[in-house]
């Protein structure tokens, strides 16, 4: 097939107008001519039932992100043609952008959550505030950036519940449990007053006295999981944040309720943990229904 002129000009001008990387240059070249050896014809030349066809063929084995991208490609391509007035029609102004699968979240076993948590040896300093942390994440739903910036302001002991400020410092009231009140009573007596090196509201501090990173809770995690022989690209904060909704709704909680604890501002955020259930009950009816083994 002789050379696409259209595609060295949208190139062109993607490479000194718009100073795009390399790397996307590179993406949306390949992505052109991938449609240009498709269709057989100048790109210029393509109609709306050929470019269709094209990305139904990228579904048999490219995820909907992928089509994505190569689709953002060819509208940016035939966007630039019309502006210049060499096409008069956009061919892909009704093709409309493949539906992305919400992937199910991932969650540990009840017993998995069981060994991170007993996990951390309460004979040290760190033990004692690991084992907290974890329980009160596990217990809470807290995301990670709420529990490492708690403080002492939002702490509510005697009630039994914690102050949370989520995403934009919308509070909520989560409560704690005993488990991990009675974790959380332990570091506050035992382990922070050996932790603190100046004066600090935050609630959780690291081994240097300051308040503790991302990161840092992030390995802390990757730790205790391996010494419990748990996968660690398994576990991770936000999986124990799923665990947390998974497990309650399991034994019947309200998903309303779920949502308040979680700071979701819309339900439909958290009927994901509905499919998870869904999923799980599917597994046990598998394993046990009578039909299965015949």
């Given amino acids: 097939m002789e050379k696409d002129i259209s595609l060295d000009q949208f190139m062109t001008y993607l490479r000194f107008e718009r100073r795009v990387s390399t790397h996307t240059l590179d993406a949306y070249q390949r992505d052109l001519m991938a449609l ?9 030349n393509a109609r709306t039932e050929q470019i269709a066809s094209y990305i139904r063929s990228l579904a048999v084995d490219q ?18 043609h019309l502006k210049l007035g ?49 329980e009160l994440m596990y217990a809470t739903g807290l995301r990670v950036s709420e529990l ?9 002991l005697e009630a ?20 991990a009140l009675a974790c959380l009573q332990a ?8 932790l603190l090196d100046k004066p600090d509201d935050v609630v959780f501090l690291s081994r240097f006295g300051s308040a503790m990173s991302r990161q840092a809770f992030w390995k802390i995690i990757k730790k205790y999981a391996l010494k419990v022989g748990i996968e660690r690209k398994l576990v991770s904060p936000h999986v124990i944040r799923h665990s947390f909704a ?45 039909l299965e083994f015949s």
Wanted: glycine share 6%.
């Fill in 246 to 290: 998974t497990h309650l709704l399991n034994h019947g909680a309200d998903l309303r309720a779920i949502q308040m604890m979680l700071g979701h501002s819309d339900l439909s955020t958290t009927q994901i943990y509905t499919a998870v259930s869904r999923e799980r009950l599917k597994k046990i009816h598998q394993s046990h229904h009578p």
């Fill in 36 to 44: 240009a050896d498709f269709l057989d014809v100048p790109l210029l």
């Fill in 187 to 194: 570091y506050l007596k035992q382990a922070r007053p050996l």
């Fill in 160 to 179: 039994g519940f914690v102050l949370v400020y989520g995403k934009g410092d919308k509070e909520r009231v989560v409560p704690l449990g005993r488990a």
């Fill in 86 to 134: 060499h096409i008069h029609v956009h061919p892909m102004e009704s093709i409309s952008r493949p539906k992305k699968v919400r992937s199910l979240p991932k969650t540990l076993a009840l017993a998995q959550v069981e060994l991170l948590v007993n996990a951390p040896d309460l004979g040290q300093t760190l033990g004692i505030r690991d084992k907290s942390m974890i």
């Fill in 148 to 156: 490492i910036s708690l403080r002492f302001s939002q702490l509510r």
């Fill in 63 to 80: 995820k909907a992100s992928s089509q994505s991208r190569k689709m953002s490609a060819l509208r940016h391509f035939y966007k630039y």
